[in-house]
Nanobody, 127 residues
């Protein structure tokens, strides 16, 4: 399927870990990039991490560097976000998205457009 389908997430205490997944395939182009975003109530959507499929990790937000890891399994067509040392500030709805590589576009060098976004996964971290 082209539209990403997310899984994982849930609730955890501060200091804990979670992994969220995003499965999708069938994009109409080969220069694919994928990323994770999050949005907490009352806040703007924030870019969390992004990578180029088959290439390097492109971006981590400063707030998650050293704690979160983005990866992609090409055999499973699945994008992952491993989240460690979680804090209540990480609580948000997390979205994955796929787009076309476009290096001038900040911060991930990816043009996500509107078509390839996951349904969202709630992550709640309690103190």
């Amino acid at each position: 399927q082209v539209k990403p389908v997310q899984s994982g997430g849930g609730s955890v205490q501060a200091g804990g870990s979670l992994r969220i997944s995003c499965t999708a395939s069938g994009y109409p182009h080969s220069d694919v990039c994928m990323g994770w975003f999050r949005q907490a109530p009352g806040n703007e959507r924030e870019a969390v991490a992004g990578l180029y499929i088959g290439g390097r990790v492109r971006y981590y937000a400063d707030s998650v560097k050293g704690r979160f890891t983005i990866s992609h399994d090409s055999a499973k067509n699945t994008l992952y976000l491993q989240m460690n040392s979680l804090t209540p500030e990480d609580s948000a709805m997390y979205y994955c998205a796929a787009g076309r590589i476009a290096p001038p576009i900040d911060p991930m060098g990816c043009d996500f457009g509107r078509d390839y976004w996951g349904q969202g996964t709630q992550v709640t971290v309690s103190s």
